[in-house]
């Protein structure tokens, strides 16, 4: 059994249900939405409310940025998507808003205005405390069921990601299952081999991952690229020369190569390093292995042997997580490694990957299809990787604690 509530657990029919989404997507300075994986994702939970009430919440990026833009845009694309018309309301619980929501029939979806506009929003506070904000009490009582199906923001204990779940029964939408069931069986590697692969320049999450799977056990191996790799072969000793090492220096991560050793130490054979790198010569790819990294040359990709190792590892993997980019995927000379690493993913038994570049990159190259879960969470993703508890998931768990009594 789930320790949280799911649709399956409640009436839908006629129901008046808020649902918490995350459709914060990148967007052009004209207000053209660029993205729209985030709004696919929700569709499973938006089709089986169909014949329900459903008033959307959502934020689009934070105050202060050229992005931080009403929700109109968004409304359009929901409809476009959905085939039925989502009605945008420039309001998020004042009388326009709550005026609407009465108004509504069975079958009619409404999306309110950003709710970061609203400052409360924004703070982070326990739900017992959120849910004496204004934006709680002017919204639940209109509402049957609470679901959040936003498990991008999550890991966020904002107001409309924790606050209802206190007032009003509450459930995972589908997504957010998906998003569970599915991280969660890269983490429990209930089936072998099961490996991660780490990447990206965001080494200090990385390395919390890779103590989260190992102190849990059931991951066999962690082979790492991008910086991730950097600071791994600094902590076996290799000499990765000036310009790499002060690169590692400015990321401040000089205090994880003493943790990469330790985690080295206690897991023989388990953390798979790179033997070779591409390294960044005038903008050619220059292949050479780790033991003759020259002092001024910046590691840019893994190298050709590395790709074709880690390549094999993955295609025979029953389970593979992917998160961070092996190279810089930006520029086409340094794309390879990423992207025969993404390839591979697809023949790996299952194929789980996290985080916006990783997922940027997927997309790109149009493997989306072929990969068992392309997780929707940026910050959200690596946080549940690494075994922290995500507020938003947490307040479902008491909300289905209470309700069952
Ligand atoms: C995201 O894009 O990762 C989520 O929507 C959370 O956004 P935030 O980092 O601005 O809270």
């Known amino acids: 059994m789930k320790d949280y509530l799911t649709l399956d657990d409640f009436p839908i029919k006629n129901q008046r249900i808020l649902v918490r989404v995350d459709v914060n997507s990148p967007m052009d300075p004209a207000g053209k939405i660029l993205d729209d994986k985030r709004f696919r994702g929700h569709l499973p939970t938006l089709r089986d409310l169909e014949e329900a009430r459903v008033v959307l ?105 924790v606050g209802f779940t206190e007032v009003l029964p509450s459930a995972a939408g589908r997504l957010m299952e998906k998003e569970i069931d599915s991280l969660d069986m890269g983490v429990r590697g209930n089936e072998h081999p099961s490996i991660f692969v780490l990447g990206g320049t965001k080494a200090d999450d990385s390395i919390k991952v890779i103590q989260n799977v190992f102190n849990r056990g059931g991951v066999d191996q962690v082979l790492v690229t991008g910086i991730v790799a950097t600071v791994f072969q600094m902590a076996s000793g290799i000499d990765v020369g000036e310009k790499n090492r002060e690169f590692v220096k400015g990321l401040d991560y000089s205090g994880q190569i003493s943790i990469a050793k330790d985690l080295l130490d206690k897991n023989p054979g388990k953390i798979v390093v790179p033997q070779d790198v591409a390294l960044d010569k005038d903008g050619e790819r220059l292949d050479v292995a780790i033991e003759k990294i020259p002092p001024n040359l910046q590691i840019a990709d893994i190298g050709l042997e590395t790709i074709v190792d880690f390549s094999k590892k993955i295609r025979e993997a029953e389970i593979v997580v992917l998160n961070g980019t092996a190279g810089i995927f930006e520029k086409e000379k340094f794309a390879l490694g990423t992207a025969e690493i993404l390839k591979a993913a697809t023949e790996a038994g299952f194929s789980i990957a996290g985080g916006g570049h990783t997922s940027a990159a997927i997309e790109e190259l149009g493997l989306e299809p072929k990969f068992s879960h392309v997780s929707t969470g940026g910050g959200a993703s690596i946080s549940y990787l690494s075994g922290d508890q995500l507020p938003g998931i947490e307040a479902l768990k008491k909300a289905a604690s209470r309700y069952r009594k």
């Open 57 to 161: 919440m959502a934020h689009q990026s934070r105050a202060g940025k050229k992005d931080f833009t009403t929700l109109e845009a968004h409304a359009r694309r929901f409809s476009q998507l959905l085939h039925r018309e989502v009605t945008y309301v420039d309001d998020i619980f004042g009388s326009h808003a709550r005026e609407s929501i009465r108004a509504m029939k069975p079958g009619d979806v409404i999306l309110l205005e950003n709710t970061r506009f609203y400052a409360e929003e924004n703070i982070s506070r326990p739900p017992e405390e959120h849910a004496k904000s204004h934006m709680v009490k002017q919204l639940y009582p209109l509402f049957d069921l609470f679901v959040n199906d936003a498990f991008a923001v999550s890991h966020r204990s904002h107001l409309s990601v």
